[in-house]
């Protein structure tokens, strides 16, 4: 499922040749028809400073059935090249796209968030579609958080994008090796909160074995040091790890 996700979000390159306008002033509402007409989708679209939400209801995300997931995809790989048209044709200034899928209980929630700069680099050729590949962040959650998570909007600064993208990368990454991808899942690997220069991550399972812990602390140190390099976010200290009841498990400093 991750694979085909990122996949499809190669689909949304040939942008840069649109010509519509959408001023800042009415952003929201335009966003809102465009989608409606291009995909047949009702959704909402919501600006916070220069980040953009578009959140979907899809009845059957929660199924299993095969057929009914792939037409969710489909409409959403639609939407995905539609909503993020609109920063690169637009006189307001968004950085960052936030796509939430999700049923009508919140049993399941599929984010998937899109950097307009990293867009643009592709479009001009800064960068190989590898490296645009390694910097897809999409986030599933189930139904302790997804609603929590929908309502919680706010303008998204770069460093959060580049601690949430870190955390993806090892759940999702293709780079990334099954075994520790695993791991990752199992321990409950995410993002919590930037405070001082510093990410902060967390864990939902206590770990009580050395060797996991050096190995998630290795994993994670390569990640960070890697995205902080791609981003220039030289202003990071350091990457913090914590259990559930907020202590320290490992701190690792920022040596870029």
């Known amino acids: 499922m991750f694979k085909k996700i990122l996949c499809f979000l190669f689909s949304i390159f040939i942008l840069s040749s649109c010509n519509v306008s959408f001023p800042k002033e009415t952003l929201e509402q335009d966003a809102v028809k465009l989608i409606k007409k291009e995909t047949q989708k009702d959704t909402s679209v919501y600006r ?6 578009l959140d979907a209801c899809f009845e ?4 299993n059935d095969a057929q009914k997931i792939s037409a969710i995809y489909d409409t959403l790989q639609k939407i995905v090249s539609t909503i993020v048209r609109i920063p690169l044709s637009s006189d307001a200034d968004i950085k960052f796209v936030v796509i939430s899928a999700f049923d009508p209980d919140y049993q399941t929630l599929l ?29 599933i959650e189930g139904p302790d958080r997804s609603k929590k998570i929908v309502e919680n909007k706010y303008d998204i600064a770069e460093e959060e994008y580049v601690a949430r993208l870190i955390i993806s990368q090892l759940n999702n990454g293709p780079r990334t090796n099954p075994f520790l ?35 998630l ?18 202003s990071v200290k350091s990457a913090i790890l914590k259990d559930e009841e907020n202590n320290i498990i490992f701190s690792i400093p920022v040596k870029v």
């Open 48 to 53: 916070y400073g220069s980040t953009l939400y």
């Open 60 to 63: 059957d995300l929660a199924t």
């Open 111 to 139: 984010r998937l968030f899109e950097n307009i700069d990293d867009i643009k680099r592709y479009s001009n050729q800064y960068i190989s579609r590898e490296d645009y590949s390694e910097r897809q962040l999409m986030e």
């Open 181 to 215: 991808a695993k791991l990752v899942q199992t321990l409950g690997l995410r993002f919590s909160h930037i405070e001082d220069n510093n990410f902060y991550f967390t864990v939902s399972k206590n770990i009580d074995n050395a060797e996991v812990t050096k190995m």
């Open 217 to 234: 602390k290795m994993v994670l140190e390569n990640e960070v040091v890697k995205d902080i390099q791609k981003y220039k976010l030289f």
